[in-house]
Each structure stands twice: as C-alpha cells, then as structure tokens.
Nanobody, 120 residues
Framework: QVQLVESGGGLVQAGGSLALSCAASGNIFSIHSMGWYRQAPGKQRELVAA???????NYADSVKGRFTISRDNAKNTVSLQMNSLKPEDTAVYYC??????????????WGQGTQVTVSS
C-alpha cells in the first residue's frame, strides 16, 4: 500500500503560478512512476505530467512549456510547478503513483485531490 498526501493548489489569476506537491509513504520501494492527473467538471480525468523512477518525463501537450514536474526520490515526493496558468487549467488535480515489481502488475494509487482554480 502507498499513501499519498497532497498540498498546494488554490485560486490564482490567469497568467499566475501555483505549485503542487505530493508526498508518498508506505510501500515506496516499488514505486515506478509519480505524476499528476486532473479532472475538470464534466470531463474525464487526464494526465497532466508524470515522471518515472528513471527520470523520464511525460507531459500533456496542453501544458508543455508551462508546467514542470520534478521528483525527489530521497524524499519520495513529486511536485508540479504550474506557470502561465489559464482558465482552462481549472480542475481538481490528483497525485498518482504507480507501483510495479517483477512479480506484480502495475498498480495505481491516487491522492485525495486538490482544487486549482484559474480566474480570467
């Protein structure tokens, strides 16, 4: 089991910045990837950014050049720096961790979600 605690988020004007952070605890030795998803009202949850244990990053096209994901393996944290925010970035953001071992299938874990609201 992995437990996730998120922090950050809030309300910001368009063009502003926010940072999200997520700390993982529990069975952290099997963590493969850490990342962030978001879900806006009436829409499906979508990947925002993710980083593997090897440092490979993946970003949604809509956030490339504006958001930066970083991972601290020593502290088991993942952060998302969001710059040049747009109203369409408004959503609930969820921390996501995927665990994987040679003997088990990948298993996702989710944080409780944190609201990000960007006003125009």
């Amino acid at each position: 089991q992995v437990q996730l605690v998120e922090s950050g988020g809030g309300l910001v004007q368009a063009g502003g910045s926010l940072a999200l952070s997520c700390a993982a605890s529990g069975n952290i030795f099997s963590i493969h990837s850490m990342g962030w998803y978001r879900q806006a009202p009436g829409k499906q949850r979508e990947l925002v950014a993710a980083v593997t244990s090897g440092g490979t990053t993946n970003y949604a096209d809509s956030v490339k050049g504006r958001f930066t994901i970083s991972r601290d393996n020593a502290k088991n944290t993942v952060s998302l720096q969001m710059n040049s925010l747009k109203p369409e970035d408004t959503a609930v953001y969820y921390c996501n961790v995927v665990t994987k071992t040679p003997l088990t299938a990948p298993r996702p874990y989710w944080g409780q979600g944190t609201q990000v609201t960007v006003s125009s």
